[in-house]
């Protein structure tokens, strides 16, 4: 069984933002953590939209229970729209003391792979 991402805005062709189309093991691969959870709180801070997700199900990396990520505002930029209280399945990489992710880190429909 697959889950969509609805509501998620992904950029359009006439938007700045460019990614490669990844499969969905590269995505992985160069993940630090891909999770599925709930989003559970969203801000917007120096062109920053800051999103807390309640993690679910862990598919590769740390055992958290919440993480916090930092996505551009802009579509344009490769920002993410995140909404509470959307489901999502999240690639996302470590940036020092942060999380962060963006369209190319393949915030589109993923399919669940059971957890081991």
Request: aromatic share 4%.
């Amino acid at each position: 069984m697959g889950l969509g991402l609805a509501g998620l805005a992904l950029a359009t062709p006439a938007s700045a933002c460019q990614c490669y189309n990844f499969s969905r093991a590269e995505i992985v691969q160069r993940a630090d953590i891909v999770f599925e959870g709930t989003v559970a709180v969203v801000t917007v801070a120096r062109g920053q939209l800051q999103a807390t997700i309640d993690v679910q199900r862990l598919e590769k990396g740390p055992e958290l229970t919440s993480i916090t990520l930092l996505t551009p505002v802009s579509a344009a930029a490769c920002g993410v729209s995140f909404q509470v209280p959307q489901r999502v399945i999240v690639a996302a990489r470590r940036d020092g003391p942060v999380w962060r992710t963006d369209l190319c880190m393949a915030l589109r429909p993923l399919p669940v792979v059971p957890s081991r």
